[in-house]
């Protein structure tokens, strides 16, 4: 045998047996039942079989991936020195255009402060500070956030327990979270989606507090705000359902409108209420002189104080939001709402609380939080998050107790007040617990989040893909049975029109798409829905180089020309045919892939992998095995 | 085995059907885009939510479309997948939009409005509008870039005529391709986006391989005229064109057929594809190339004997 004919053929056979080991893993797993997976995965041993098996996209294993967007605005608004209202409508305006348009964020901060003829320093950085140096050490800030916030996510993802997770950041401003095999998404999204700010506020005195909704109340009532309506229905309460003593009230159903005395449609401004309710629910005794007071509830008797009814509380929002009621505020003081709704009969509720702006303690200063079931008599039972603080936190949560006794302390998880317990004593060793949580998933989030850290700024959900694992099964399946199908029609239409030489490509085929499949194995390229498809439209694509070749041969063969004359000269002739072919499919896909999503990458990769190893296959492989036929023996007719 | 035992069709001399059926058959497209008022825009490129849900028994649109009316989203679009216990639903972009929140609250709304049906969320897909901007952005890209990257690849391997040429032949194929989807109605997303760039890469294929024979024809046949160059050119490749779009257009079919709702689409616009690849290549390359040589410089024609190879 030549020289060159043996080489080739060694490398072909080390070739082979090489995708045959590569793809050894894949097989193995695949003939697994259930059972003999789970004594492997008792012996530690099932997790490498999988990761040196093909690694199988989201939408083939089932989760869920995402996009995120962090709050860039959010995030320089906490670094400004001071914050005031043009500084708010400046963010609000640029937020809407980035809602709509991707552009740099910092870009549009300068625009829009140049347009105003104001400069970045009276917000950041020292006075004096040109432009540009602030802009730089914005951009430093955002970059650093970037990073802690990857690293946080990465903590509290590990944390939750997901195989094989990929948190990523594309560009300045955005993370791509990829979650397989979550059958449930939800928690997962809670979990990514909290900014997981800890504060511990102190809740103003309720004499203050009663002066301030007071003052409100007066306001409301004095402009005018409420004239006489229409139409009105009477909705009595149903105070049959409610078995303790509660203020006998006469509810009425009145419209928004009324009470704003405007003819603008509401706009809740808050997320988690339903969008389109107008109307609130009152208690008419009080309504006329009382406007204000009338949407809110003493609940005092069930254990929490100023409460809104669940559907007042858009209102309620919206009245604390205007800017003249803001006015009625002291500087020092925010409302928030409790994070937990309870019930009074039938009817939920929420607490609306008065605190202190500034929190005297922030989640920094925690060094642990675990969920444990309450012991003491008012938790018993119930799930409780435990936290225990740092040194310098522990000092200051000594402090604070010591000074502020029969106080009320608000804990406060992303401006949601989870539970405000009364100060009893003084506690120095830095360490309580937090309530309010309904339930044990919710417990076991917080303390993830805890101990992972708050974002440095709130981020958004901006693209996410869930694809359920029964889906991603099924895709397998009309994948695979497409992908044989296919094949085997390929196969026969080749031996039946090349007759042995069909036979030839059909055995190159097969090598192709081994080799393709271990290469996916072996360096790890995922495999998506649009990759499969990817493989079969291999299939139909590699056999087209043979048929180039093929076609060659027999017009070569026509003219006369000997056999091994007609198979060099058809080999010869067709490769620029084949590269040229094989060449522009593979730049479309090249283009494919920078610009796809994710499975569509996958796509991409099959295909083009696929197309470079047909052209080693179809041509290296079949000629090689032509020329062992014809150094063995002079053929004067080619079965083809 | 063989088809065409060395055809004689004289391609050059029928072209002007070829191009009625062409023109034919865009219009067709385009009065299938305009019926439907426009592209049926997926969620890649629309943005909003969608969910695809599958019941366990029988379940229909209306008490699907009662149950989502009580949460405000009545307005939501109600397809069926195939079998008649599979929806999608797809709502559009929520303002202070959560998908989360949405999501929950549709299967809140299911489950109380439709109590004894059992569901399974198979997938939900949410794109927001800033990613939908950047997808639509990005396909046109990748489409644009393919097509000039071949453009100058052809120009530069053969003549610039024969590059515009081969050029137009794709603009058609993936017109039709797009249009035929736009007859069914089917959605186009990134996925059929990455089957009009297959197309454009594959069916050049065909072309190359047609324009390759006539330079070769050129130099063998130097005295013969374009007319006879071509129609010999053609000839000589049909048996190859034919049968590897033919390969192809199998496994596509198959695709189609057994491979699943998530490439239906894709594996349509493939179809189409193989199809008008092939049939762009035996007659609008040369066809095409023919004219406007014509049109230009008869003389120019046998320039092209003297192109590097």
């Known amino acids: ?640 | 085995m063989q088809f065409f035992q060395l055809p004689h069709i004289d391609f050059i001399a029928i072209r002007k059907y070829f191009y009625g059926l062409s023109i034919s058959l865009m219009l067709l497209g385009i009065v299938s885009i305009i019926a439907h008022k426009g592209l049926n825009l997926g969620i890649d490129f629309k943005g909003g939510t969608a969910m695809a849900i599958r019941f366990e028994k029988e379940v229909t649109t209306h008490s699907i479309r009662l149950a989502l009316e009580k949460i405000g989203l009545g307005e939501s679009e109600i397809k069926t997948l195939g079998t008649s216990n599979e929806f999608l639903i797809y709502m559009k972009q929520q303002k202070g939009f959560s998908a989360s929140e949405v999501v929950k609250r549709v299967q809140t709304a299911l489950t109380e409005s439709i109590p004894d049906a059992k569901y399974e969320v198979r997938q939900v897909e949410t794109v927001g509008p800033k990613i939908g901007q950047e997808l639509r952005k990005n396909a046109m890209i990748a489409v644009v870039v393919s097509l000039l990257v071949i453009m100058f690849y052809l120009a530069w391997r053969f003549e610039f005529i024969f590059s515009a040429c081969g050029v137009l032949g794709l603009f058609h194929d993936t017109f039709l391709a797009l249009g035929v989807l736009s007859i069914f109605n089917f959605e186009i997303s990134m996925k059929e986006i990455a089957a009009f760039l297959t197309i454009v890469g594959y069916s050049i294929n065909d072309t190359i391989v047609v324009y390759d024979r006539i330079r070769e024809n050129m130099k063998i046949h130097r005295g013969d005229d374009l007319k006879s160059v071509i129609n010999r050119s053609v000839n000589e490749t049909l048996s190859r064109t034919i049968i590897t779009a033919l390969t192809v257009f199998l496994v596509v079919v198959i695709l189609f057929i057994f491979g699943g709702p998530v490439v239906k689409g894709f594996s349509l616009a493939m179809m189409v594809g193989a199809v008008t690849g092939c049939y762009s290549s035996i007659y609008l390359g040369g066809a095409l190339a023919y004219d406007w040589h014509m049109r230009h410089d008869v003389k120019r024609a046998f320039k092209m004997s003297k192109m590097k190879k």
Not at chain 1, 88 to 100: A, G, K, M, S, Y
Not at chain 1, 224 to 232: K, L, R, S, Y
């Open chain 1, 1 to 640: 045998m030549q020289r060159k004919l043996l080489v080739r053929t060694v490398i072909i056979v080390l070739l082979v047996g090489w995708a045959v080991y590569a793809l050894w893993p894949t097989y193995k797993l695949n003939r697994l039942t259930p059972d003999q997976k789970n004594l492997l995965s008792a012996r530690g041993q099932l997790v490498p079989l999988i990761d040196r098996s093909i690694r199988l996209g989201l939408d083939l294993q089932g989760g869920i991936y995402l996009t995120l967007e962090v709050d860039l605005p959010m995030l320089i608004t906490q670094i400004a020195r001071t914050t005031d209202t043009r500084l708010d409508t400046i963010l609000l305006q640029i937020r809407q255009e980035l809602n709509v348009r991707n552009e740099d964020f910092l870009n549009l901060l300068v625009e829009h402060f140049r347009r105003r003829g104001l400069a970045l320093n009276e917000y950041w950085g020292e006075r004096g500070d040109s432009d540009g140096k602030i802009i730089a050490s914005l951009e430093k800030e955002a970059k650093d956030a970037m990073d802690r916030s990857l690293e946080i996510l990465r903590n509290r993802v590990d944390q939750f327990g997901v195989s094989e997770p990929s948190i990523q950041h594309i560009g300045s401003m955005r993370i791509l979270i990829e979650l397989p095999g979550l059958s449930d998404p939800t928690q997962a999204k809670n979990l990514i989606g909290k900014t997981a700010l800890l504060e511990f506020c102190l809740v103003k005195d309720p004499a203050l507090y009663s002066d301030v909704l007071q003052k409100i109340d007066k306001a409301l009532a004095r402009k005018g705000a409420i004239p006489v309506a229409e139409t009105i229905e009477t909705v009595k309460a149903d105070t049959s359902k409610s078995k303790t003593a509660m203020k006998q009230s006469k509810d009425k159903t009145v419209s928004v409108n009324e009470i704003f005395g405007d003819r603008a449609t509401v706009q809740p401004s808050r997320k988690d209420t339903a969008a389109n309710d107008t109307s609130a629910l009152v208690d008419e005794n009080i309504f006329k002189e009382n406007p204000f007071f009338s949407l809110l509830r003493n609940a005092q008797q069930f254990g929490h104080e100023v409460s809104v009814p669940e559907k007042n509380i858009a209102v309620v929002q919206r009245i604390l939001e205007r800017p003249d009621i803001q006015k009625l505020l002291p500087p020092d003081a925010q409302f928030l709402w409790s994070s937990e709704t309870f019930k009074i009969g039938d009817e939920p509720y929420k607490e609306l609380f008065m605190v202190n702006k500034e929190p005297e303690l922030t989640g920094k200063y925690l060094t642990n939080a675990q969920v444990t079931i309450g012991s003491d008599a008012e938790n018993a039972g119930r799930p409780v998050v435990s936290f225990a603080l740092n040194r310098p936190g522990a000092r200051i949560f000594s402090r604070v107790t010591g000074a502020n006794i029969q106080k009320r302390l608000a804990i406060v998880l992303d401006k949601n007040v989870f539970s405000a317990p009364n100060i009893i004593a003084k506690i120095p060793n830095g360490s309580g617990i937090i309530t309010g949580m309904p339930d044990m998933d919710e417990a076991k989030l917080i303390s993830i989040v805890l101990r992972a850290g708050a974002l440095p700024a709130p981020v958004s959900v901006i693209e996410e893909r869930t694809v359920g694992p029964s889906l991603g099964r099924d895709s397998i399946q009309s994948g695979t049975l497409a992908a044989a199908l296919g094949a085997a029609l390929v196969v026969l239409f080749m031996i039946f029109y090349y007759r042995a030489a069909g036979f030839l490509a059909d055995f190159a085929l097969f090598l192709n798409i081994m080799i393709l499949l271990a290469v996916l194995a072996q360096f790890r390229f995922t495999l998506t829905m649009p990759g499969i498809a990817g493989i079969v439209l291999t299939i139909g694509m590699a056999v087209d180089a043979n048929v180039l070749i093929f076609e060659r041969i027999r017009e070569e063969l026509k003219t006369g020309k000997t056999v091994r004359a007609s198979i060099e000269a058809g080999y010869t002739k067709a490769f620029s045919a084949i590269f040229d072919s094989n060449f522009t499919t593979i730049i479309s896909s090249i283009a494919l892939y920078w610009l796809g999503t994710g499975p569509v990458k996958g796509f991409a990769v099959t295909l083009t992998i696929g197309l470079l190893i047909n052209m080693f296959t179809a041509i290296v492989v079949t000629r090689t095995i032509y020329d062992h036929i014809t150094s063995r023996k002079t053929l004067t007719n080619l079965s083809i």
